[in-house]
């Protein structure tokens, strides 16, 4: 897991190294660590891109650093094809996408909503 500061009682559920598609584009690698309170997202980019990700972007050195509070999470779809399974979470009014690729999204959508 990345160097996040965990919060008061805070718990790791799991983690899943995957693509990651913010509401205004691009695509970045990485690992997404969810926890009982927020989704942990670390990539590696040109830290350009920040604006595009508003308030919920945090940069360090040239990570970029993505901090979903679970409280502001608004929906939850799975969508499954046989070569593409992803996760879409609903924040505001922007949708991220979590693709794991061919692998099942079964497990991460359930820490998702746990």
Known sequence: MPD????????VIDS????????????????????????LFEASFD???TGALQE????S???GYLS???SKVTGIE????FFKKKVLVTVGDGVHTFDYGMMSVTK???AIKS
Not at 56 to 59: A, G, K, N, R
Not at 78 to 81: A, D, N, R, T
């Open 4 to 11: 996040f500061e965990m919060q008061d009682n805070e718990a």
């Open 16 to 39: 899943w190294t995957l693509n990651y598609t913010p509401p205004d584009g691009g695509r970045y690698l990485g690992p997404l660590t969810i926890t009982n309170q927020r989704l």
């Open 47 to 49: 830290t350009s891109v």
């Open 56 to 59: 919920l972007f945090v940069v």
């Open 61 to 63: 050195g040239a990570h």
């Open 68 to 70: 979903i509070p679970k």
């Open 78 to 81: 799975v969508k499954s094809g």
């Open 108 to 110: 991460l959508a359930d």
